[in-house]
């Protein structure tokens, strides 16, 4: 149930029906149903790469009523029940094209490989090339994935063979068709490896296997590069730069023939790049925070000594899953607050999207106990700027919304749980709504906690709410989260003295006075053993107050690391770690953006970036798993153009790990003498 006026827009994404909360109150609510939804199929269409005026549209991400019109052949968009053979206008010579990215030097040779998520057929591809000149093209193919085959051409089929025109960096050279085409069943893996001596252009991957190109229909993934032909130097990982070019096909044609393609299948095993095997606990201590010695080039980062990273998912891109499958619906741009919920069957993430324009909302990406991903679900959508929030005392997310009107949405991402499909606006925002970040919570009386929220904003108003009471002896879990959505609660705003001390009062001006002269635009907030604290991000400040005593004191953020890195720019969210002695930090804006941990002994570097792609970029999503043993955070555009256009594909989630399998908040090795200190 919303507890405000909204408009209810049913979407279809990947087949399962979501309720769109379309605000009412957004910066776009002079817009009608159908205006909103037109824009959103927009901006859906606006994701797909490609310089051909025929693009096929992932079934997936495109709203039911799309799908459900007759006789749409020659709307520019292949639908499922149409193929080359009856529409092909639509279905025939579709073209991906890869991400105008900056490129290195080049390699004699690319290979990588791609998966369709339905039946098609391969035609040829357009290429770059290092100079300008006739030159020799050869182009192979393999079914499966072509690891354990990269210094032979045993089992590869060549299917290009020609002297071409090559044109250069700048424009693409368009080849000719493959001496015969390349059947490729939906859901299955092709290899492709491309060869000239004058070298290909290419772009600079992140992580061998990786999706690195997606229309919805054809997926591609980061490969290697290689001086030679099946032979010399290998660079890995590389991205192929150019264009497939492919006809989608009716369903039965790819089966039967999708290993026709190679002489010799695969049957090496293969390890997907979502595997990853956890060293056991007794291990001796290897993790040294603050001692930045591990370079991950592709990644342009630098972690602390023994720990281990891997790329979760990347925005614009399906979330590739344990069993070999892949999420209908692409990972959401622009993370970021986020929390992890233990479920019976393992962990939650849950994720926000600072999207504009009714294009946030809240994600879950669903792991295993051993911490596989298995699932992807939209939990909230049609909301705007969903910036940060914080955790209830029963397990539910609250997402607040960051814009003059923004409100705090509670969601709880239990499959099994209750008001699991029915996320609603809570009473935290007020009546007029605000810039909302962070949410905290007292529980130190469960029959009435009490909620913290700031305002990112130079006159903003931290605020204090208590809801009604409840009977804690009878309460279910319907009474808690009602608590949230009921009239009757109180809200108070925090008004900072001259002497170190404050009060809550119920004057939002005095509040908003208050924040501008003390504490301007307040970015994360954490609640711990009585005290309250959070970050501002325009002073470089740590606040923590006593609620007790009614007294506060604060720390520059900016600084004063122990080891490596550097903690230069503005403070942003703020988590507990899992051992509540350990305050970790992340950071908005500079050239290196990081992760940084704070306790009694001093600050430290977890991670921290230094590839140009993050300048001004921010690290978001930090979140830990149940045992501490995993630690999630988010660039949050990672390399992408982001401007005040709405832009799909910035963002990507990382998983980092401590090689000794121990939790973050536990025995570490001391940065000075290299001795366990606990």
């Given amino acids: 149930m919303i507890t405000r006026s909204t408009s209810i827009l049913l979407l279809c994404l990947g087949g399962l029906w979501l309720a769109s909360a379309a605000n009412s109150q957004h910066d776009d609510d002079t817009n009608s149903i159908n205006g909103r939804r037109l824009q959103r199929q927009t901006n859906l269409r606006s994701q797909i790469n490609t310089t051909s005026s025929t693009t096929a549209l992932a079934d997936s991400i495109l709203p039911q009523d799309i799908h459900s019109k007759q006789n749409s052949c020659a709307d520019s968009i292949c ?16 073209q991906l094209t890869t991400p105008n990215e900056s490129t290195g030097n080049g390699a004699a040779s690319i290979m990588f490989y791609m998966q369709p998520m339905r039946d098609v057929e391969i035609t040829s591809l357009n290429i770059y090339s290092a100079s300008k000149k006739n030159d020799l093209v050869h182009i192979y193919t393999r079914v499966g994935k072509y690891h354990g085959f990269e210094e032979s051409d045993d089992g590869w089929k060549l299917i290009y063979n020609s002297t071409v025109a090559l044109l250069g960096r700048t424009v693409p050279t368009i080849l000719g068709q493959f001496s015969e085409r390349v059947s490729v069943a939906s859901g299955s893996f092709q290899s492709m490896y491309v060869y000239t001596p004058k070298k290909l ?8 296997e990786v999706m690195f190109a997606s229309d ?15 032979s010399g130097t290998t660079h890995s990982p ?53 001692d930045l010695t591990v370079d991950v080039n592709g990644l342009g980062i630098k972690m602390s000594t023994g720990m281990s990273v891997r790329i979760v998912a990347r925005a614009n891109t399906k979330v590739q899953f344990a069993d070999g499958t892949q999420s209908a619906t692409l990972f ?26 009714g294009n946030g909302g809240v994600y879950g990406l669903y792991f295993d106990h051993e911490g596989n991903v298995v699932d992807y679900k939209i939990l909230l959508n049609g909301t705007t700027r969903n910036c940060s929030g914080g955790v209830t005392p029963w397990k539910t997310w609250i997402s607040c919304e960051e814009y003059g009107k923004g409100q705090c949405w509670q969601v709880n991402p239990d499959p099994n749980g209750a008001f699991y499909s029915s996320p609603a606006m809570t009473m935290l925002g007020g ?73 809550w009062s119920s004057d939002i001006e005095a509040a908003r006075r208050s924040q501008n002269t003390y504490y301007r635009n307040v970015e994360g907030i954490d609640y711990y053993d009585g005290m309250l604290y959070f970050v501002s991000k325009k002073m470089l400040l740590l606040y923590a107050l006593d609620l007790e005593n009614q007294t506060y004191t604060t720390t520059s953020t900016k600084g004063g ?40 002994d001093g600050r430290y570097a977890i991670f921290e970036a230094y590839g140009e792609m993050y300048t001004n970029d921010e690290t978001t999503g930090l979140s830990f798993s ?25 963002g990507c989630l990382l998983e980092f790990s401590r090689n000794d399998g121990r939790s973050f908040d536990g025995t570490t090795m001391n940065l000075k003498f290299h001795a366990a200190n606990t």
């Avoid at 252009?201 to 061998?208: F, H, I, S, T, W």
């Avoid at 741009?333 to 324009?357: H, Q, R, W």
């Avoid at 500079?590 to 009694?600: E, L, W």
């Fill in 216 to 230: 919805g229909v054809m997926q591609l993934f980061e490969g290697i590069g290689k001086t030679g032909k099946f």
């Fill in 561 to 600: 690391l122990i080891g490596d890195g550097q903690f230069s720019h503005s403070p942003d969210q703020i988590v507990r770690g899992k051992g509540g002695e350990t305050l970790y930090l992340t950071e908005d804006g500079g050239k290196t953006v990081g992760v940084y941990a704070s306790d009694k």
């Fill in 431 to 503: 009546v007029d709504g605000g810039n909302f970040e962070s949410v905290a919570c007292d529980n130190r009386n469960p029959s009435q906690p009490i909620f913290y929220l700031t305002e990112d904003h130079e006159s903003g108003a931290l605020r204090k709410y208590t809801p009604p009471k409840i009977d804690e002896e009878s309460a279910s879990f319907a009474d808690y989260w009602n608590m949230l959505h009921v009239e009757g609660g109180a809200t108070n705003y925090l008004v900072f003295s001259d002497a170190n001390t404050f009060e």
């Fill in 332 to 357: 959401h741009s622009m993370p970021d607050g986020s929390a992890i919920f233990p479920l019976s069957t393992g962990y939650v993430y849950v994720s926000n999207s600072e999207m504009k324009k």
């Fill in 201 to 208: 252009l290419y772009n600079v991957g992140v992580q061998d």
């Fill in 79 to 94: 639908q499922l029940n149409e193929n080359s053979n009856t529409c092909p206008v639509d279905c025939k010579s579709i």
């Fill in 238 to 290: 590389r991205r192929f730069k150019g264009a497939i070019r492919y006809d989608a096909i009716e369903s039965s044609d790819a089966t039967a023939a999708s290993s026709s393609a190679t002489n010799n299948p695969t049957t090496k095993p293969t390890t997907s790049p979502m595997e990853q095997t956890s060293p056991p606990t007794d291990s001796a201590v290897t993790f040294r925070r603050g």
């Fill in 626 to 650: 149940s045992d501490g043993k995993r630690l999630y955070a988010c660039f949050q555009d990672c390399g992408c153009e982001n401007s005040d256009d709405v832009d799909f594909t910035c």
